[in-house]
């Protein structure tokens, strides 16, 4: 079974300071992955996903998550944090290798913007 | 133009009570997902609709919950003798096509409490 785990429930960061949250992936096939946002009491947002192209993938906002294979991660990053960036973000995995693109999800990182 | 929606937005219903969830996914995409978000248990993956397929319900956890999908559109999730573990905010996804890793557009969520 496929898996994902998020290090770090909260993470707080000033504003302007780079951004980074952790994601490490567990896949007995190469995985497609996934960083999704969550505004309060909104549904969920795709920032950007890793599907085999390039290593590193550019999503919306200024994010960027980058592949890592040999570390099987897939940490995602924005070099200056903004107060909008506030919100909660999943890092999730798909199982479309096996015909079905259910997403499993990691447990999520609030990050809070300190002005 | 139109995203998912899904009505209610807050459903309060009594322990033992049945409730009905439904989600309108944005037209033409074939792929519908229903998830639920918990404080306990984080996102989930309840079941799982493409096209004309048999549903993949392999994420329902329980035989009191049921969901259908009608003309290959809209979906109603159905929680028979609803217990209070059942609260928590369900959420439906869709996407255009499967077997390839499209983006999944989520809806805000129904907002279930079991009193």
């Known amino acids: 079974a496929q898996s994902v785990t998020q290090l770090g429930s909260h993470v707080s960061v000033s504003e302007g300071a780079l951004v980074l949250l952790r994601c490490n992936y567990s896949?007995?096939?190469?995985?497609?992955l996934f960083w999704y946002v969550q505004y309060p009491n909104q549904g969920l947002q795709l920032l950007l996903k890793y599907t085999s192209a390039a290593t590193l993938v550019k999503g919306i906002n200024g994010f960027e998550a980058e592949f890592k294979k040999s570390e099987t991660s897939f940490h995602l990053t924005k070099p200056s944090a903004h107060m909008s960036d506030a919100a909660e973000y999943f890092c999730?995995?798909?199982?479309?290798?096996?015909?079905?693109?259910?997403?499993?999800f990691g447990t999520g990182t609030r990050l809070t913007i300190i002005p | 133009g139109a995203g998912v929606s899904q009505s209610p937005s807050n459903k309060v219903t009594e322990k033992g009570k049945d409730v009905e969830l439904r989600c309108d996914p944005i037209?033409?995409?074939?792929?519908l997902y229903w998830y639920r978000q918990s404080l306990g248990q984080g996102l989930e993956f309840l079941i799982y609709?493409?096209?004309?397929?048999?549903?993949?319900k392999s994420g329902l956890p329980s035989d009191r919950f049921s969901a259908e999908r009608t003309g290959g559109s809209v979906s109603t999730l159905t929680i028979q003798r609803t217990q209070q573990e059942d609260s928590a905010v369900y959420l439906c996804a869709s996407s255009l096509l499967a077997g390839v890793p499209n983006e999944q557009y989520f809806g805000p969520g129904t907002r279930l409490t079991v009193t």
């Open positions: 609709f493409q096209g004309n397929s048999a549903p993949d």
């Open positions: 037209s033409g995409h074939t792929a």
């Open positions: 999730a995995v798909s199982d479309a290798n096996f015909g079905n693109e259910k997403l499993t």
């Open positions: 896949s007995s096939v190469p995985p497609y």
